[in-house]
């Protein structure tokens, strides 16, 4: 991967057999659609790092980042800019407070059925089938 590629961390938060999604209100091209809670790496932040900062920004609780699951995704940063990004989901485990909205239009906890169901930010949609095998459904 090329020094100046920006990495954009997604975190997989799975509890009871489902997978936290959240639903972007920002900017209004991506308004609505879906993604992972998470967002771009700071220069001299480890994407580990980056990780736990957004969930407490963007859901008001403290993560612990574990492995990635599948690989990087390249993706298209804003038009007219040369540098070159990728999405990078990391498993993330919950360890304090309940998710709340507060940056995006609204959460849900999907299970394995639902993935395939909502309108999802493009980058996202190769690790639907990863995801999709690590969510065991119960009871
Ligand atoms: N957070 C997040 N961003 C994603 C996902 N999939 C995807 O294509 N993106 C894109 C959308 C944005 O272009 C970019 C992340 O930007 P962001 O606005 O969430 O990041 P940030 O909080 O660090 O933003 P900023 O205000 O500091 O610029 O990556 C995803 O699953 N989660």
């Known amino acids: 991967m090329?020094?100046?590629?920006?990495?954009v961390v997604g975190a997989a938060i799975i509890r009871d057999g489902r997978i936290l999604?959240?639903?972007r209100a920002e900017p209004a091209a991506l308004h609505g659609r879906w993604e992972?809670?998470?967002?771009?790496?700071?220069?001299?932040?480890?994407?580990?790092?980056?990780?736990?900062?957004?969930?407490?920004?963007?859901l008001g609780v403290t993560v612990r980042a574990r492995e990635a699951i599948?690989?990087?995704?390249?993706?298209p940063t804003t038009p007219g800019r040369t540098r070159s990004a990728v999405l990078r989901l990391l498993r993330a485990d919950l360890i304090?407070?309940?998710?709340?909205?507060?940056?995006?239009?609204?959460?849900r906890w999907l299970?394995?059925?639902?993935?395939?169901?909502?309108?999802?930010?493009?980058a996202d949609v190769p690790f639907l089938d990863?995801?999709?095998?690590?969510?065991v459904p119960t009871g």
């Open 70 to 75: 599948g690989v990087d995704v390249p993706f």
């Open 96 to 107: 304090d407070g309940e998710p709340r909205a507060l940056e995006h239009l609204s959460l």
């Open 130 to 135: 990863p995801i999709g095998a690590l969510l």
């Open 36 to 58: 992972f809670p998470g967002g771009k790496v700071d220069p001299g932040e480890t994407p580990a790092d980056a990780l736990v900062r957004e969930c407490r920004e963007e």
């Open 111 to 122: 299970t394995a059925a639902d993935l395939g169901t909502l309108d999802w930010l493009p």
């Open 2 to 7: 090329d020094r100046d590629t920006l990495i």
């Open 21 to 23: 999604a959240a639903q």
